[in-house]
């Protein structure tokens, strides 16, 4: 089965400072998906960021990117120039690639908070 | 398009009351998913559809709870009868369901149920 660990419960940065957030993953999968949602006090998740396995490039949404380990199975995002509403519960996700299956296995979540 | 739609957006009932949770999927999307998150578990996957049918309810707590989607634009989550520990907040996502870059989960709002 797999799973996914993050290992920072929370974070704080100041606004406009960059920040990155950590995620490590459990699989013996080799094509797989892994994704960034937000959850901010709205409640609402909202898609951050995602990436293919098979893809060697990190993808990258405006101040959103990733630095995508296969070998190492890590997936952090980092954020730059961090706006106060940045401010969220940050959820790292994974999900198998297989047609017809798309079960999201969902790591504990990190909170991050972004100061004046 | 409006997104996933869910309602009621918060619910408070009484324990024993039958409780039932509507959630309407972005349209043309063929997967449909329920979703619990509590403090204690984080995000469960309870149960999910595929073309209206359910595919894997194994996430489903007990007996107490079921879920429907009788068409393309319509899926409940019912708990009858409900309980204090069912309080939390219960998301709907949905998919297209297709091996690409597309076949992302997007997310409800999501129903703050409080059992009393």
């Known amino acids: 089965a797999q799973t996914v660990t993050q290992s920072q419960p929370e974070m704080s940065v100041q606004e406009a400072e960059t920040v990155t957030l950590s995620c490590t993953y459990d699989?013996?999968?080799?094509?797989?998906?892994l994704f960034w949602y937000k959850q901010p006090p709205s409640r609402q998740m909202i898609l951050v960021i995602r990436?293919?396995?098979?893809?060697?490039q990190n993808a990258t949404e405006n101040r959103f990117s990733v630095n995508f380990q296969k070998a190492a199975k890590s997936f952090s995002l980092k954020i730059s120039d961090s706006q106060l509403g940045d401010t969220a519960m940050y959820f790292c996700?994974?999900?198998?690639?297989?047609?017809?299956?798309?079960?999201?296995?969902f790591g504990t979540g990190t909170r991050l908070l972004v100061s004046p | 398009d409006a997104g996933v739609i869910q309602s009621p957006r918060h619910e408070v009932t009484e324990m024993g009351q039958e409780v039932t949770l509507r959630c309407k999927p972005i349209?043309?999307?063929?997967?449909l998913f329920w979703y619990r998150q509590t403090m204690m578990r984080g995000l469960e996957l309870l149960i999910y559809?595929?073309?209206?049918?359910?595919?894997?309810d194994s996430g489903m707590p007990e007996d107490r709870f079921s879920a429907k989607m009788p068409n393309a634009s319509f899926s409940t989550l019912k708990i009858q009868p409900s309980e204090p520990r069912d309080s939390a907040v219960y998301f709907c996502?949905?998919?297209?369901?297709?091996?690409?870059?597309?076949?992302?989960?997007?997310f409800g709002p999501g129903t703050r149920l409080t059992v009393l």
């Open positions: 996502a949905s998919s297209s369901g297709l091996v690409r870059s597309t076949d992302t989960q997007y």
């Open positions: 996700a994974f999900m198998k690639h297989n047609t017809g299956f798309q079960k999201l296995v």
């Open positions: 349209s043309g999307h063929d997967y």
């Open positions: 559809f595929n073309n209206n049918v359910p595919i894997d």
């Open positions: 699989t013996s999968e080799n094509n797989y998906y």
């Open positions: 990436q293919e396995a098979y893809k060697q």
